[in-house]
C-alpha cells in the first residue's frame, strides 16, 4: 500500500512558534510613524493592540512559547496532515512528488483559526472584552468569531461588499459563532460613510474595511483591532504550518526541492515556508515560490515601499510591496488575495532574493483547482487555487528539465463556501485579468511623498 498522509500525533505537536527575524541577514525596515517619520514605539501601537501581542510584534527571540491554552485549541484539529497528491501527480505526468499541508481540515476551513486562536487569547488575557477585524474572503472574520467565542470575546467583523455579496455562507457562519458581521463600507464609521457617500456602489477593498475596524476599535470601549494577516506576530502564529510540515517530511525521509504558498497578505505562505526560509539562510538549497493574482500582484508588480496598510491613513507606514492604499482591486473571486500590501516580512525576503514571487490569473487559477479536485477529491478555496497553479507549472518545469523534484505546499483552504466561484468558472463567466500599468502609475504617485525604504 502506497503511504497517502503523514500524522502526528498530539504529543508531537510544536510548542513554540518560530519567528525569522531572529535569523534575517538584514534587519527588517521598521514601521515609521506618518507625522514624525520616525519608528513607531509600543506605546504608539497600544491604542489598537494589546500590549502582549505588541511585544511578539516587535520580538527578535527566536522561538516563543505557545501558552497550553492555545495548544489545547489547536489540538481540536492540529497538527494537520501532511498528504501526498499521488493522484494529481499522476495527472500531471512529471516526475514530481508533491506533499501538501492541509489546512482545510480547521474548523473554519483554512489556516486563520492559527493566528486567530492566540490573537483572542492574548487579548483575553489583557482584558480585552470585544474584538474589531476586517474580513476579504470570510475566512478570517469566520476564524476570528469561533477564536472570540471559545475565549468569551464579542466580535465585530467588517466583510468587504463584494464578498459579503458573493459569501453569504461566510457571514451566516460568523453569526453562527456568535460574531456580527457588516458589509464594508458601511454606515458604521465615518471612513464607510465618507466612502458611501463618494461612491455608494463601492465594491470594497480590505485596505478599507480595516480603516473600518481600527477606527470601531478606537471609538469602543474595551475594545482591540485584530489583523488577520501581514503584520509579524500573525507570521509568527502561522509557523506552525511549517514547523510541522519539517517534522513531517523528516518522518519519510523528504525535503522539499521547492516550498510553495499562496499569497494575499503572506501569512499562510510565510506559515508554510519561513522554517525552510530558515534552512536556506543556514545554506540548504530549496527554493521558495510565492502565488500570487495577476489582478492585485503587490509582489510581482509593486514597487517596494513605505506605504499605509489602509486607505484612512491610520496605520504606520509599513515598508512593503505595495499596489498604493487606495487601490480597489477587481472583484476576483479569491477575496482573500485582494489586498494593496504585503507582509514586510515577505516583501524584505523578495528583496534579499530569499524568495520568488510569480502570478496567474484567475482562469488559470480555476483551471488548476478543478483539476486538482477531479483528481484528489476536496475542492481547494479559490486563493488556494493559485498555489495549485503554481504547482502545475512547478511539474511541467520539472517535466521539460527531466528533472525529479519534491514540492511542498500549503493547501490553505477548502472551497465549500465558494461555490458560487466555481459556479462562475464552470459556466464561463470567468475572464482573465491583469491590472493595468496606469494601475502601477497611480500607486507609484500615492506613495510618492512617503520616506523610501
Ligand atoms: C483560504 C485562504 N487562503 C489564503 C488566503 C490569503 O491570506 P494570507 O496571504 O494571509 O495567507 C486567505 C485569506 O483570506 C484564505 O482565506
New binding site residues.
Partial sequence: MEQMKVILEDQEIPRQWYNIQADLPTPLRPPLHPATGKPVGPDDLAPIFPMNIIEQEVSRERWLDIPEDVLAKYLLWRPSPLRRARNFEKCLDAPVRIYYKDEGVSPAG???PNAAIPMAYYNKVFGTKRMATE???G??GSALGMACQMFGLQCRVYMVKVSYNQKPYRRMLMNAWGAECLSSPSDQTATGRKILSDDPDSPGSLGIAISEAIEDAVTHPNTKYGL???LNHVLVYQSIIGLEAEKQMAKIGEYPDVVLG????????AGISLPFVRDKIHGKKVSVVAAEPTSCPSLTRGPFAYDFGDIAQTTPLLAMHTLGHDFVPAPIHA???RYHGMAPIVSHLLVEGLIEARSYDQVETFDAGVKWARSEGFLP?P??NHVIAAVVQEAARAREEGKEKVILFNW??HGLIDLSSYDSYLSGQLTPYELPEAEIERALRTIQRFPKP
Avoid: D, I, P, R
Avoid at 499562496?262 to 505562505?269: D, L, T
Fill in positions: 483554512s489556516h486563520k474580513t476579504g474572503a475566512q478570517w488577520g494577516s501581514v499562496c499569497a494575499g497578505g503572506g501569512s499562510n505562505f477575496g482573500g488575495l478555496a486563493e488556494t490553505s483552504g
